[in-house]
């Protein structure tokens, strides 16, 4: 069964967007993943179709109301494999990481809940125990780029969407560490040499050099990952880096997270 993504939103014509594109759209068009984008509004019952109300307590914007929004859920569970996980996409939620983008592409897909306003009735977040992921920390105008960003990471992992396996291995976050710098051909531009060590053709030596420059980049400029790294480099000193990064407590990777109250 392809990899599942069923996305609930006020503006179903956002999709598939840009995922029409490239390897999420030519992997979209072969099968390997399906996707739904559901109008949240089909499911309003009043006579004006609003999805939205004013906030208990005061202030400004608006809440989507908890009955439209759990109507729309409801639906997407029956359509597909109800174990997929249940997200709300906000500004509040855990921080989404490349552990976490693992874990769900390694699933049966998901079902995005894409907010608007001030976001979405808490009871129906909580009643449907939804997982909460935030893609950064700053406000969106709406979940959907939020949706695209999260699916983009994830439909790239699943099996013969990229071509050569290896460069998810070695990129960015992969192994806990910042990816090393890439060149190509002129080997010289605009008196600008690629490193030597790169055009030598020793592989190992290519390898430390790749290493090394990944450390030094991450050390500089993410602090927070170096620190990750490290601890997780002395809890496991044999594994190699990229098991290190992924393994084990103290590793510091980011598990997909359940709504608390949840079923
Ligand atoms: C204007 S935002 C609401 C912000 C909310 N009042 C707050 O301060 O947390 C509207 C919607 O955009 C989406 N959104 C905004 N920023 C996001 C982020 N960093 N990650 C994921 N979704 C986000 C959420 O679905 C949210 O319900």
Redesign the pocket.
Known sequence: MAWHASVLTLFPEMFPGPLGFSLAGKALREGRWRLEATDIRAFATDRHRSVDDAPFGGGAGMVMRPDVVDAAVGAALAGGDPARPLIY?????VLLDQAMVRDLAAGPGCILL???????DQRVIEARGMREV???D??????EP?ALVLLDACVRLLPGVMGLAASAEEESHAAGLLEYPHYTRPAEWQGRRVPEVLLSGHHAEVARWRRAEAERITRERRPDLWARYEAARRQRPDASPADAARGGPGAGITRLPRAAGAA
Do not use: D, K, Q
């Open positions: 996409l906000t500004p509040r939620g894409c907010g608007r306003y001030e976001g979405v935030s893609i950064g700053y406000v969106l105008s709406g979940g939020a």
